[in-house]
């Protein structure tokens, strides 16, 4: 079969046409639908921002710095210079016998120990390692309660209050079966701010 001109005149429309239509559905519609979808789903499609008082104050599923006493402290972070950077999001690569990461663990055991009145042996482990992300918003159950006497003592509440505060705060296993338990750090303090207040 020859090629005419007339020939190549049709498949180069029929081309055109076709890259049009997909330009649309793939460029314009599918965006939009995905787009719309996120909608229908408040909250899950912005980063769920955690307001107080009107004011954002974070994202439930990215973890920040808490520093003091008072407050329950987060996972460590690898992610940027200072931790908790989002744009610098990852772990230290640093593998299990680094010298730098096992000197890091030490130091970190030796600090959480003497703030929390713990026992180093008895320090939860995700108080020592950062996360794979570095900017995991949530801590296990064990470190919160291991934290609650030094947050009571903070805030002159009782330990009871605190230690009931992180049960609220304790979400089970997903689907009842996959993954850890966990506890928000963000919502904890935030509900640990509203009950001292």
Do not use: C
């Not at 320090?123 to 794979?132: C, E, N, Q, R, Y």
């Amino acid at each position: 079969m020859s090629l005419t001109f007339a020939n190549l005149v049709r498949q180069a429309r029929t081309g055109l046409l076709l890259l049009i239509a997909a330009t649309v559905v793939l460029g314009v519609l599918y965006p939009l639908a995905v787009f719309g979808i996120g909608r229908l789903t408040p909250g899950r499609a912005d980063g769920q921002i955690v307001s107080s008082g009107g004011t954002a104050v974070g994202s439930r599923i990215i973890g920040q710095a808490f520093t003091g006493d008072q407050w329950f402290w987060p996972r460590p972070s690898a992610a940027g210079k200072d931790g908790y950077d989002p744009t610098s999001s990852g772990a230290s690569n640093l593998g299990p016998n680094n010298p730098d990461l096992l000197k890091a663990v030490e130091e970190r055991r030796a600090a959480v120990a003497a703030a929390d009145g713990t026992n180093p042996a008895d320090v939860a482990p995700d108080a020592l390692t950062a996360s794979g992300s570095g900017l995991d918003p949530d801590i296990s159950p064990e470190y919160a309660r291991q934290q609650v006497a030094r947050v009571a003592g903070a805030r002159g509440l009782s330990e009871q209050q605190v230690a009931d505060l992180v049960a609220q705060h304790t979400a089970g296993r997903q689907l009842g079966f996959l993954g850890e338990p966990t506890v928000n750090v963000l919502e904890l303090n935030l509900a640990l701010q509203a009950l001292a207040s």
